[in-house]
């Protein structure tokens, strides 16, 4: 794959590659069995999927600052988990903040 912008060649290599230099947010969505509160480690950012309070967290974090296995783990043996999702960033989303800039 080749990305180019405004004449220059951003990238060139494979799709892989990409979230390899650009892909640096990995995204873990929980369902707690109850209610969970407060951040588990530092530089993990949560959000509420649900009502404030809820049991649904989207856990976002750097690989480069935050190992996702490690992130999981401490989740794990700290609460009760119904559910969990690891999602690595899309293509899409990759390739538009190239374009605006968002990442060099």
Excluded: W
Excluded at 4 to 16: A, E, Q, R, T
Excluded at 47 to 70: H, M, T, W, Y
């Amino acid at each position: 794959m080749v990305i180019i912008d405004k004449g220059s060649k951003v990238y060139d290599g494979s799709l892989s590659g990409i979230r390899d230099a650009y892909g640096t947010t990995r995204q873990l969505d929980v369902e707690f069995t109850t209610d969970c509160t407060g951040a588990p480690m530092d530089k993990v950012e949560i959000r509420e999927l649900d009502a404030p309070g809820g049991r649904k967290k989207r856990f976002l974090c750097e690989n480069r600052e935050v190992q996702i296995d490690s992130l999981m783990s401490t989740l794990l043996t700290t609460y009760h988990i119904r559910d969990l999702t690891v999602s690595e960033p899309e293509i899409e989303g990759l390739i538009r903040k190239i374009y605006n800039g968002e990442v060099s």
